[in-house]
């Protein structure tokens, strides 16, 4: 951690809204978990299964639900929902995003480009001609924003992050580094030959309060705009082809690919490493298991998955052998039902 | 889309060499699908599955095959190959790649290098000793040309993209940013102890008319050079391993894996977050469907998958079960057969 | 290949250690396979089944074991691990990982940073407020190196790298172009409308000798480090979540994702695109084979997989229905056996 950030436990309490119980004094310079905690360290018990560990917990003050209150003697502060105050926390002893507002000398920032106030364009970073940069964002170092993009208010853009032309990104929004934006859908017309290029004309549109982590794609649609609704949180490496559109609040976490023209909806949960076939419709609330394959639409919240589970790679051997087997291995066991059962 | 781009249809006509049915007066400054077309817009039927739409189409022209040429009352090009002529018509209305040829005063150019004529160099760009750029190549802001590497003419290289040294990159190539080519192939010799590196000596050598997506990574052969044949096209986040040989045409999706020394033939389509693993041969014309893992070698074209599709979790979870016994219950059903059929 | 690297074969036996039978004097200009050698090339026998080249070789030498030393006659490098001799002479003919030490003029390094003795910082790379580099490391064009991040020495770090703020990394440790370390981990606590981001307060310790491909993601910690232990080597576009553990000397190949907080023992190998969830423990020298979804802690050494293997499309889709039907074809069979059987 950088730099010491120190709250005393009452500017916490203040500052996070919720109810102290302890001593308002006490200094606070960091956060911990329950059972690497020292003196000085703020904890929190969200998940009630490590309850066991308030006991021996050496931290100078937990943040809990009211429910535990007498489980510790350290000093408490009271929350309903433990894990949002320790979200909010943690957000108060983060160091800052950048360290200044201004354009750094080495950066490059086309004349008729528009900054707003506050902001920061950090050393060799590019912004094309007749871009704009709201009030208060930083562009990190070597990042690139292309001709005619927009960039709201308070977004982070952090270093070597790409964005193409004509790419329009909502306010307080974060990209990580190796972030691309608008880069070109993958779309050609075979003429017999070989494959011509269609251009793609189209944008990308990302809401509000959007999330993106590194190394992380998002392409411009073919015609029509790529759209990634307000909320959405996308983790690093994650795929998302022309003309998609995520819905609001939605989670994608790593390394999954989004194909062309798919729409998912709110509020779902889509894990690690999936895959998802193009110009489906995914409802709202729909939860998608780690590395599964989704090839049809999902027209119903649920949860959802495919694969085989893990196994020991003879067992395993053993077992797909019977896989290429099972459509003869149903049709035997029919017959075997016919002449046992007579039906 | 950009700064307006206009043409007349008799303009677009001759441009596509297409036949035209309706007024060569017409404006049309883009392009647009059936459903979503306005005045001044140019559409295309492709797939005769729309056909419906056309009658309620508001563009101004639409691009279709003379079987349709009765469908719709609106201007008409004429294509056998609509697809193709939509591809062609996008080209015309894309923004121009770069604004301006020209070496950026902010890029370095080491002075070995060689540019040749009407080459654009972007701000912060880098490139080093003995590197040649081709006539009419842009290379983006930010972007990094290794020593002794060779790119051809008429080639678009994004902002943010790495060209290790002793790289080749033929004509009408486009990089995407974030692209990575010539970085270390993956080669170690355990000494029992620890993992020895082998240093990669060969290159990457990409040809003509190839286009690789954001975030794609072709490494460095380990003695011969890692292939890309032409009119190759790549899409995002994909992983092309060292010595790989990858045939003229052929078309990989996005997020998938090819694994050392694997030849792929000419023609085929790898589809999204396919898995291929390291010295196979795949024959011309293969198609492997999206999340595959390609774990032998294939001698014949054909279509090839793997996986169990998607279930809901609760129905996935009794059969991942089940197929742990899978074995065991093609060993029983034997049996079975062997009592009640004597055979 | 670069620039020529040539030495005697009698100064190749000094410098690997090794027997030599045959001419001292040879020139060698390079490596080459058995195959593919040609006059001036040192060639190598590690894998006993193509000894039948030796016959053919037109290499000036070879390196291969002592039991083989009679199988060709040209000249010979004797050494028991082959391989490893073979990955050592590799190093020989790489060409120098910098040009020069020094501060290029367009790089921006931040007065409180420190940079070692023979340290080269490329151009347009940005070093910002009390970084550390240290001796004989050098950092690529346009790479960055955030506040307070520490490089050991001896470090190649290539072109267009990002390491975050707070930081810190080995000796002898090589990061390719579009790595992200440090970048923050995925958490957020969900309110009931939308996502509060938690700040990500740890950060990433990456041991001695590691060395990561092009395209890698490490994010730092929520509240400690993610730690890469010493001599880990990771491949390409692999995704490495918050608060992960990977056991010195494990190797991850290309596109795998280790979801957070799991720790993977040492001297492991995880196969390409692998999926491993978060939370998990994984033993000391396991193997999982490409493409496997690891689900589950795996308590002891073995080689694991998941998947079903790939078929040609028509037969997989009549498997896959049976797939669905498996857990009712199980109680089927078992009342089949019931009636049959007795049992």
């Given at each position: 951690m950088s730099a010491e950030t120190v709250y005393t436990l009452g500017e916490l309490a203040t500052l996070l809204d919720v109810e102290l119980r302890g001593d308002p004094a006490l200094r606070i310079d960091g956060l911990s978990t329950l059972k690497s905690a020292t003196a000085g360290k703020l904890s929190f018990l969200s998940?009630?299964?490590?309850?066991?560990?308030l006991a021996d917990c050496r931290a100078s003050a937990v943040i809990l639900d009211p429910e535990f209150?007498?489980?510790?003697?350290i000093s408490r502060l009271l929350s309903p929902v433990p894990y949002v105050t320790y979200a909010k926390a943690s957000q108060l002893f983060?160091?800052?995003?950048?360290?200044s507002s201004g354009v750094h000398a080495s950066a490059f920032v086309d004349p008729t480009a528009r900054l707003g106030s506050g902001v920061s364009i950090g050393a060799n970073a590019v912004i094309e001609a007749d871009a704009v940069i709201g009030d208060g964002s930083s562009i990190g170092a070597g990042s690139y924003v292309g001709a005619r993009s927009k960039v709201g208010s308070n977004c982070s853009i952090f270093a070597n992050v790409t964005l193409y032309h004509d790419v329009t990104v909502g306010n307080d929004v974060i990209l990580h580094s190796g972030v691309v934006v608008g880069?070109?859908?993958?779309g050609f017309a075979f003429d017999g030959q070989r494959s011509i290029k269609i251009a793609q004309l189209g944008g990308v549109n990302i809401g509000d309060d959007v999330e993106i982590g590194a190394g992380s794609t998002i392409d411009r649609g073919a015609l029509d705009d790529t759209i990634i609704e307000c909320g959405v949180k996308i983790d690093n490496q994650v795929q998302i082809a022309h003309n998609c559109v995520i819905g609001a609040h939605t989670i994608i976490c790593g390394c999954s690919a989004i194909a062309g023209s798919t729409t998912i909806g709110r509020f779902c949960t889509i894990g690690g490493a999936v895959g998802v076939i193009g110009h489906l419709h995914i409802a709202d609330r729909v939860m998608i298991s780690a590395m599964?394959?989704?090839s049809q639409s999902i027209p119903d919240a649920g949860v959802y998955s495919s694969g085989t589970g893990l196994l020991e790679s003879k067992e395993w051997k053993r077992n797909i052998v019977r896989f290429r087997q099972l459509d003869d291995m149903a049709k035997r066991l029919r017959e075997l039902e016919r002449l046992t059962l007579g039906k």
């Open positions: 998940n009630p299964r490590y309850a066991g560990q209150v007498d489980a510790c003697r983060a160091p800052p995003r950048s360290q880069a070109d859908g993958f599964s394959l989704v």
